[in-house]
């Protein structure tokens, strides 16, 4: 269970998987010119023209807040093969999850136990192991399957440790709020007068 999963509770670290990153660039270099040329999003592009300004929110509010960035190896690896992510992503995340031999043995558990890619696993084991509160990913129904997700919890309750909550950029927004200035996640959606202020449909990438 994740500490979420009770009530409202403050974020005190986040990451985010490789997509959400990538998706930045996206934004940028795609959407960017064609929107400040006067252009409009093409109704098939749509959707993934807003998830880009979802992940672009989301690591937003994490530079604004007070909320520890932490890096993840397996992700970083992966942003190598698309210069200059890998340095956008090391500024943004400047410390660096703990690569340990728990966190190996707890991704071998979850591979065993159920259809989980190796480098998903690594990423919730590391996650789970260095104490992340949030992991944000666009992968989150196919790694979180109803069976997948129990098994994680179970295991790691087996372990002694706090399972991340898994969330799209998205589903973040809709259940974040600002409690005394700090970021905090209620375990339901919460109406929109609640959540920190931001429209997906903002024209400006």
Known sequence: MTKFAEGLAKIRSMTVDTNVVSDLVSLAAVYGPLLESGGQIPAHRQQHYERCVFSKLAIYIMLDFDVERVGLKAVYRELLEKPPLHMVYRTIFPSEAKITREAKNLADKYSKKFSIGSGDAAIVALCSTNGVDVLLTWNREHLLKAIALEEIERINMAAGLQTPEILTPAAFRDRLMLVNRK???????????YRVGFSPSRRAP
Do not use: E, K, N, Q
């Not at 970021?183 to 007068?193: A, D, E, G, K, W």
């Open 183 to 193: 970021l905090s996640l209620s375990p339901h959606p919460v109406l929109p007068v």
